[in-house]
């Protein structure tokens, strides 16, 4: 059973939003804070953005950066994702993750434990 689901992902056009969810399933953990990265076709699975459920500290990829915001609810493992003026560079799959060791890499897939499948997003210029 996949421990983390994401929905949300769909078709949109270049400058359009969307709202990733991403919820526990299942299984009972607690974490530090959850996490979202994408991988392209053909490309490494990137950091996007991360927030810390201890401090309610965000953290964001440049390419990202006013553009999308991370936010969650700790107690529930439920993290989200409210992607504005989405652009065609930022088709990708999504995946959410959960940090159950407070680790010090945010940044990068080993700082995290559980992951979801992933759901996928695309933009149409």
């Known amino acids: 059973q996949v421990p983390l689901v994401e929905s949300g992902g769909g078709l949109v056009q270049a400058g359009g939003s969307l709202r990733l969810s991403c919820a526990a399933s299942g299984r009972t953990f607690s974490s530090y804070g959850m996490g979202w990265f994408r991988q392209a076709p053909g490309k490494e699975r990137e950091f996007v953005a991360a927030i810390r459920w201890s401090v309610g500290s965000t953290y964001y990829a440049d390419s990202v950066k006013g553009r999308f915001t991370i936010s969650g609810d700790g107690p529930r493992n439920a993290v989200y994702l409210q992607m504005n003026l989405l652009k065609p560079v930022d088709r990708a799959v999504y995946y959410c993750?959960?940090?159950?060791?407070?680790?010090?890499?945010?940044?990068?897939?080993?700082?995290?434990?559980?992951w979801g499948q992933g759901t996928q997003v695309s933009v149409v210029s």
């Open positions: 993750a959960a940090d159950l060791q407070a680790s010090s890499v945010l940044g990068f897939p080993a700082g995290y434990g559980l």
